[in-house]
Structure formats: C-alpha cells, structure tokens
C-alpha cells in the first residue's frame, strides 16, 4: 500500500504551514476521519484498532460526553468568576474520587499548564526552587515546565535547578532493590541540589513511568522517594495526566497503587475525553497561603462546557464500570501478550498496570539489550494490518499499549492475533 496523491499533497501542505517541529507517526501516515468506540477510520473507511490513544478513553466521540458538550455549548459558555453550579458539581464529584485529604481543585486547559501551576505553588510553599524528576520524564511544553521534561532532548536544556533520577526500571532490578533504589537516588538528587545552595521545592512523578518505559511495579516502590522529599522540606506531585481516570485498573489513581499521599495531583488528557481540560486537586493546606495571594484566573479552564464534560466522564467511568473493565480486560491482554513471550524471545518483558502495558523487544533475552529497529517494525507493522499502538522508553523499544478502558477481550484477542503475525513476520 503506498500513499495515495492526494495524502501526498496533504502533507506537503502540511509541512509548509506547520514548520518542521510537527511529527508524523509511522513511516505510511494515516489520515484519519472519523472515530467511534475503539476504532478510528481512514479516509477510505478502513477501521483502525485502536489501541494508543488514552485520552479518547471511554471511547472515541463518546455519545454521553458529545451529548454534554453540545448541550452545555448551546446554553451558556463563560469564565469562572459567574457563579455556576457546573464547576462546583464537578470538582465535588471529582474530589471525592480522591483519598481525605486531597479535597480542592483547580481547572486549567492542558497538563502543561496544570504542571506549571504545580511548580509555581510548590515553590511559594517551600520557599525552594529544585526540582527533581525522572530521567526521560515528560511533564509539559511551557518554558519552566520543559525544563524538567528531558524527554524533549536536544530542543531543551535542563533548568539548573533540576535534578534527574533515573527511573526505575523493574526488567533489570530485582524487586527488592526496586523497593530501594528509587529512595536512595532521590536522596542523592536532593543532597546533590543542597550542595549547590538549592533548597528542594518538589519531586514530580508520572506514576506509571510512561515515557521513561512504563514501570508499574513493585507496588509500594514510590514511598521511600516521596518519605525523602518531605523530610527535605519539598513537597510530592503526583502527575496523573497518563495513569489516571481508572486505567491502572487498581485504583482510580496511579498513586493509590503506591500507597503514597502526594501534596498536590496533576490531571489531564482523558479528563474530558477529548474535551480540552486538565487541572490539579490538592490538599488545603498546600494552597492556603498562596490562594489568596495568587487570585488564580484561567479563561478556559473549568468553564461550564469543560465541567460538562468532565461530570460525563467521571459518571461513565462509574456506571459503565470501565476501573473494572480495565483490570479484567488489562489482565487478559497481559496474559494474552506473556503467551507471545514464550513463542518469541524478541520479547523481552511484558509489564504494566491495568490497560496502560508496557512490551520491552530485545535482540537478545540473556544481555536484554534493547532492539529500536525491530521495534519500529513491529511499530509499522501494526499499522499495516490496522492496529495502533507506538513505543516509548529511553531507547524507544518497549511497545507502548494503552487501548480506551472500554477495550474488550475481543479487541485484545484481535491485538494479540496482529502482535504474533507481526512477529513473526519481522523478526529475523
Ligand atoms: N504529563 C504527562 C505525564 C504527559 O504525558 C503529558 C502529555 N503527554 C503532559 C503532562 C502534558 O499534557 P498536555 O499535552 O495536555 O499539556
């Protein structure tokens, strides 16, 4: 199959209006027009698994959320400073999805922004400017945001104020050292800012490790970092833009499965299922001096149209049962994909947390030394037979799965099935 003429011209506009900062995925790009449930359609109205994109997670064009958007944007659509009762409903209904504790939030319109907030809190409250993050973390676009987001490479220098730990990868620590390594390298980064003169504001953490390689487990291996940057005096974000809204499965947030109590929670992506909205949710203590000083205003975030369509969300993860669903169907595919594992010894690990799994391909099981080619095919590969996913990690070669929660067993089975033709087909 190659591009049709029209696809070509496409993306010749493309190029030329958007500049070269605008990536593609895949070698053949897809041109997408439609979306519903798991799947995608092509311009020409080939379906597409859809097997990657964690925002649309209820399903691409959810009726309950379309409903909510179009019925909100033909009343009224406004700021925050009216009163209305859509954004107290929804961060009331929001919150209680929390831990005690963690009872306020605030609205923004991406996560980038949520983080950005997170950072400027942070450093009001403590009175520190460090920050300490995972090695290939991403935590945003904004200037001080991409300052600890490495994962962005050549484009950004490191802020020097921001120290990386690296993250913890559980295909080449034993879980015991997994349960202390963690700790001990955020102590390190702490002592490291210290001797620099750099009081630590915060330790940001994606709990499901997504762009470092997605590490779900050992359960409980987050604790000792986050024990560390309190007793430094910083305080524990959770960012949940990646795992939250129930994907893990286990818990409704990725941090629930540490056992952990962050001081402030990042939230994003599948928020609004496609519906720009982000936000944070803290504890009170956190914002109570900054509040008053800050007069926080953001001219989209929670309008009466986004806490619409957030209230849809969190009442369809609820009554459709999708925490649930993720688990189940998350532990099928995971078997499904173990299975795979014991045919092909390409695949090196399969690991992850309800429907957000992690596919590590090596060249050689016994060095597990990562294979980027392979993965790319495999990558490719997919697509050609119409099943979406991508890779992450530090040298992109774990297959990044990460399906809408109302994913199926018969999706996974349709996912497995592609996977082994793959496979088969592409390894040497
Ligand atoms: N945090 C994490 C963990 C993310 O994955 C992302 C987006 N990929 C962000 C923050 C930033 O979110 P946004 O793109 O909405 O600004």
Redesign the pocket.
Known sequence: ERLSDGERALIARREKVLGPAYRLFYEKPLHLVRGEGVFLYDAAGEPYLDAYNNVASLGHCHPRVVEAITKQTAILNTHTRYLHEGIVDYAESLTATFPEGLSQAMFTC????A?DLAVRIARFVTGGTGIIATELA????TSAVAEFSPSLGESVTLGPHVRTVPAPDSYRHSPEEMMEKFGRDVRAAIADLRRHGIKPAMLIV?TIF??DGIFAGPRGFLKPAVDAIHEAGGLFVA?E??PGFGRTGEAMWGFERHGISPDMV?L??PMGNGYPM?GIVLRPEVIAEFGPKARYFNTFGGNPVAAAAGKAVLDTIRIDGLQQNALDVGRYLMDGLKDLADRHPAIGDVRGAGLFIGVEIVSDPATRSPDAALTTRIVNGLRERRVLISASGPRANVLKIRPPLVFSRENADMLVDALGKVMAAASP
């Not at 991403?138 to 676009?141: E, R, T």
Request: negative net charge.
């Open positions: 991406t996560g980038s922004e983080n991403y935590h945003g676009l994606d997504s762009s960012d833009v990646q990042t994003g992506k982000a």
